[in-house]
């Protein structure tokens, strides 16, 4: 019971605590921080086993999330940083609509700008979804219990639309930020499941390209590779 207890108090604090942000700290660099932070609270959710029972988890799918929480996740081997334009974003979110509804992205603008900004928000924030369904229900599923969320105040550098991907030896995670208005950036941590193929393109640097050609989207997206040294660095 006790780590049941232990693992409702760190979802609690993970889904509402605000930090101070010191902007002297460059922005990728906390970023990245934080996506570790969030990643090894996801580990520790994982090492719950009256928390899954709690949530109903299907008996096959508990091999796989005991092997979540065996993991250690406070030094990744590589950290990808993608930041998409708001150009992109449009285009990708027109070409969605189009192929779901037939409407072109132009009758999407018909939204209110407060609502275009939510689908948006809501789109984007599927993409790890999307990714995880291609490995199967059992990925998409676990990857959902155990994905986290977290509010900070917003650093004076803030772009919209990032993801933070960590690489590790076995399982990866993706963390999305995005502006939530009132100086505030909402960040969502989830595991990220990579096939064979995946994995060996983020080796080589061109995991992204892969997996947002996929999605149909090449063009405004910006990428970094962030080695593990440098990453042991921002953590000193």
């Known amino acids: 019971m006790n780590s049941l207890l232990l693992a409702l ?3 609690f604090c993970v889904c509402t605590n605000t930090q101070n942000i010191v902007n002297n700290i460059p922005l990728d660099q906390q970023q990245i921080t934080q996506s570790i932070e969030l990643t090894c609270i996801m580990g520790s959710i994982a090492q719950s086993e009256e928390y899954m029972q709690m949530l109903s988890a299907q008996p096959e799918w508990r091999g796989l999330i005991k092997e979540l929480g065996a993991e250690d996740y406070s030094a990744p081997k590589k ?25 072109t992205g132009a009758e999407m603008l018909d939204l209110s700008e407060e609502a275009y900004e939510m689908v948006q928000s809501r789109m984007l924030s599927s993409v790890p979804s999307i990714i995880n369904a291609w490995q ?17 105040q917003q650093h004076k550098d803030f772009s919209d639309n990032t993801y933070v991907v960590l690489i590790y030896d076995n399982y990866d995670s993706v963390t999305f930020f995005r502006n939530s208005g009132d100086n505030i950036t909402s960040a969502s941590t989830s595991f990220l499941f990579l096939n064979d193929e995946m994995k060996t393109a983020a080796e080589k640097e061109d995991m992204l ?28």
């Open 9 to 11: 108090a760190m979802l």
């Open 136 to 152: 199967g229900v059992e990925k998409i599923a676990v990857s959902s219990m155990l994905t986290v969320n977290k509010t900070y």
């Open 209 to 236: 390209a892969y997996i947002f050609g996929q999605l149909g989207v090449i063009d405004g997206i910006e990428i970094d590779y962030i080695g593990g040294d440098t990453i042991a660095e921002y953590r000193q």
């Open 79 to 103: 950290a990808i940083l993608i930041k998409i334009s708001d150009e992109t974003v449009n285009m990708f979110l027109g070409a969605a609509i189009e192929a779901l509804t037939g409407q």
